[in-house]
């Protein structure tokens, strides 16, 4: 029994490392004022930045890394 729980185990792990990361592909970011430089791409509408920098000491731009015609997977 202990066997077959810890093949489980091993097998769950290597599909779980096997998962390659994919980068976003969204066209605005927050950047944090004093903060070196900290910053956050993960936004699909300048509002939606807006919304998220409000308050918190962040200004939106446009992501320069953005390809609108990419694929996300």
Same mark, same amino acid.
């Not at 029994?1 to 097998?11: P, Y």
């Given at each position: 029994?202990? %066997? !077959? =729980?810890? =093949?489980? &185990?091993? !097998?769950c792990a290597a599909v779980a490392i096997g998962t390659p990361a994919q980068a $976003?592909?969204?066209p605005?970011? !927050?950047y944090w004022h004093g903060t070196g430089g900290a910053r956050n791409c @993960? /936004? =699909?509408? /300048?509002? $939606?930045c807006q919304l998220t &920098?409000? @308050?918190a000491g962040a200004d939106c731009r446009?992501? %320069? $890394?953005y390809e609108p015609n990419k694929p996300m997977r």
């Open positions: 029994m202990k %066997t !077959a =729980v810890f =093949v489980l &185990a091993m !097998a $976003q592909n969204y605005w970011c !927050a @993960g /936004f =699909v509408s /300048f509002a $939606q &920098a409000q @308050g446009a992501n %320069t $890394q």
